[in-house]
């Protein structure tokens, strides 16, 4: 969930946040502080305006090398989910699983991340 998203940023004014940015360089943040709009273990900000509610969307598994990646912006705001998947996927059958998520951390780095990356 990011603040560039129209119903997450209504939803933000109607619980009383604001979503502004730093600069013209940064990401679009809630409260001057979260470039996410919903997380879990963070309360720093109001439960109303940033909740720990996430979307669970249900796939049914239609291969052996289908996966889940579960990340922080540090990852999102570098890369797309397609980007994610691809970077994975070209890599699953041939490499150990903490290979590839170190493979994808370094590869966020280079894109200049800055956020946290877990």
Request: with cysteine.
């Amino acid at each position: 969930h990011k603040s560039d998203n129209p119903n997450e940023e209504e939803r933000i004014h109607e619980a009383g946040g604001h979503i502004t940015q730093k600069s013209s360089k940064d990401v679009l943040r809630v409260e001057r502080r979260l470039a996410m709009t919903r997380v879990l273990g963070d309360f720093s900000i109001d439960k109303n305006i940033v909740p720990p509610i996430p979307d669970i969307i249900i796939y049914p598994r239609k291969s052996p090398t289908a996966f889940i990646v579960l990340a922080s912006d540090g990852i999102w705001n570098v890369m797309s989910n397609e980007q994610v998947a691809s970077f994975i996927f070209h890599r699953i059958s041939t490499t150990k699983l903490n290979q590839i998520a170190s493979q994808l951390l370094d590869h966020c780095l280079e894109k200049q991340s800055h956020d946290n990356m877990s």
